[in-house]
């Protein structure tokens, strides 16, 4: 756990005009990093791919698709560390992000991140907060449940998320 820390911590990150960069964005973690990340919370998971809900969506180019995950990418990396996963949602497969939470204002940051879900027509966002247990939420961000979210139990029933390790 003291090298998953520290390894956050040593981002080479500095202040520019008040804003935190992240020079190593995006990271890659160990399996022991993301197995403790997932035990401890403190993380968030979000794309910008294909909202089957939003007839306009289904329309979209992959090309479109692309030029919108290139967007949340502007819109993250400046903020948190994050690593490219492979999420699946609804039946399908699509490129996510794991965020790695600042945790000093939890409600702030989960606006935040309901914002960017909405920016990318996303149904819902994944968020962990850090705490004991782990706080986690399926936040809706458009669509009927828009504002709901469901907690851990239908969380880990619905939601799978494949995370690529490079090793």
Request: aromatic share 10%; hydrophobic share 35%.
């Amino acid at each position: 756990m003291i090298i998953f820390y520290c390894l956050l911590f040593i981002t080479f990150s500095h202040l520019t005009t008040q804003e935190w960069i992240s020079s190593l964005n995006p990271i890659t973690f160990s399996r022991k990093a993301v197995e403790t990340l997932l035990k401890h919370g403190g993380y968030a998971i979000i794309s910008a791919g294909r909202n089957p809900a939003i007839m306009t969506d289904l329309y979209l180019s992959d090309s479109m698709i692309e030029q919108r995950t290139t967007k949340l990418i502007d819109d993250i990396q400046d903020t948190y560390v994050y690593s490219s996963v492979i999420g699946s949602y609804d039946g399908g497969i699509e490129q996510s992000f794991l965020l790695i939470l600042h945790n000093e204002s939890p409600k702030n940051e989960l606006q935040e991140l309901i914002e960017l879900g909405e920016k990318y027509n996303q149904d819902s966002i994944i968020y962990v907060k850090k705490s004991t247990p782990p706080i986690q939420k399926m936040v809706y961000t458009t669509g009927d449940y828009r504002g709901r979210h469901s907690g851990s139990t239908l969380f880990e029933r619905h939601i799978r998320v494949h995370v690529k390790l490079q090793f």
